[in-house]
């Protein structure tokens, strides 16, 4: 059998994980390990963001998306740009934009250079990430309420005009929501009418133990590739936790904070959730080979259980255990799953 998951999945797609600053310090030599032998694809967690990318009007930062490019290419691996064009992570000065005219110049020149700064060297760009709503409509994001639709065309038109040979991508989470996929497959439409170039659709896949079933991960991933575009898993992770989506009043965290039902494994995952988790993954990447004449790669939203974003989202203060490594970035029972279904 494989010695490490890329070398697994090598035939079939990329394998990736995100990777936040600490984790390419020198104090991080565990990780930077790991990563090194694990994975073939890179993506930055945040330092790619609008906020850490352009903090000030014109005045661009480098220095972190520098690193994790260096990084990339000391390990030969694919990197993924995240992302170019969010309503979050944005800088205070792209938030309090109201003109039009002042939103596409600004738009223009985020997109032109950053894509042409690492142009030939990001495999894909994650170009406009989460514009579209639960219910299929558009969110009403700053560059929206400013621009309206246009903004979408818009930015991938940029992209592929500062780098054409980097692979151009829509990326979202809840993406086997039927509603929502027919707010996306309306929307990329409309892209690929205006004969603008969109190569992928990312499924984010922040998933859940018990949902989205298997079945409708499959009809979503069908139904995106159906446009003629490849399917990623850009951003995938396993939560063990309840969920207080659907349940929750205005503010999460003061509802459940404190309540230990929302946090019932403070110390350690009991071995029959491990088992469980195990079995979700492997019916999950079952599922992945079985369309990977459909899919480019599938990233996971980090390296180990204590990073990931998990522990803190949408509860601050969760222990989650949605990874394949834990705690000691030891491999988990879920590691052999994945790699046995290969
Ligand atoms: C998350 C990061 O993991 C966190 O560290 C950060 O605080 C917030 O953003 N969808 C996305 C990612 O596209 O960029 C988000 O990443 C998770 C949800």
Not at 33 to 39: C, G, N, P, Q
Not at 266 to 290: G, H, S, T
């Amino acid at each position: 059998t494989a010695n490490s998951l890329k070398e697994a999945y090598k035939q079939y797609f990329l394998l990736g994980t995100a990777l936040n600053r600490g984790q390419i310090q020198e104090t991080s030599a565990k990780a930077t390990t790991l990563i090194a032998r694990e994975f073939n694809a890179l993506t930055a967690e945040n330092d790619m963001k609008s906020a850490y990318m352009q903090p000030v009007k014109n005045s661009f930062n480098f220095t972190e998306s520098d690193k994790i490019m260096a990084f990339a290419q000391k390990h030969n691996m694919y990197v993924v740009g995240h992302t170019l064009i969010w309503h979050s992570q944005l800088p205070n000065w792209l938030s309090a934009i109201t003109d039009a005219v002042e939103m596409n110049k600004a738009i223009e020149n985020h997109v032109t250079t950053i894509v042409k700064k690492y142009k030939g060297k990001i495999g894909s760009w994650d170009v406009v990430n989460e514009a579209v709503e639960d219910n299929g409509s558009l969110r009403k994001s700053v560059f929206f309420n400013v621009l309206g639709e246009d903004y979408i065309a818009k930015s991938f038109q940029l992209a592929a005009e500062a780098d054409p040979s980097a692979e151009l991508y829509y990326n979202d989470y809840s993406m086997t929501n039927p509603t929502k996929r027919a707010g996306v497959i309306r929307m990329v439409k409309k892209i690929q009418e205006q004969n603008i170039k969109i190569d992928g659709i990312g499924m984010q896949g922040h998933w859940h133990i018990d949902s989205p079933s298997i079945a409708d991960i499959e009809s979503s991933i069908i139904a995106y590739a159906n446009l003629g575009v490849k399917v990623a898993i850009t951003e995938l992770d396993v939560s063990v936790l309840p969920s207080p989506w659907g349940q929750q009043g205005a503010d999460i965290n003061q509802n459940f904070e404190n309540n230990p039902t929302m946090n019932p494994y403070p110390n350690v995952l009991p071995d029959a959730m491990q088992i469980k988790l195990a079995q979700r993954y492997y019916n999950i990447f079952k599922l992945f080979l079985k369309h990977k004449d459909k899919i480019s790669r599938v990233t996971f939203w980090g390296v180990n259980d204590a990073q990931s974003w998990l522990n803190n989202f949408p509860i601050q203060g969760r222990t989650d255990y949605p990874l394949l490594f834990d705690r000691d970035f030891e491999p988990k029972k879920a590691y052999q799953a994945v790699i046995d279904v290969a």
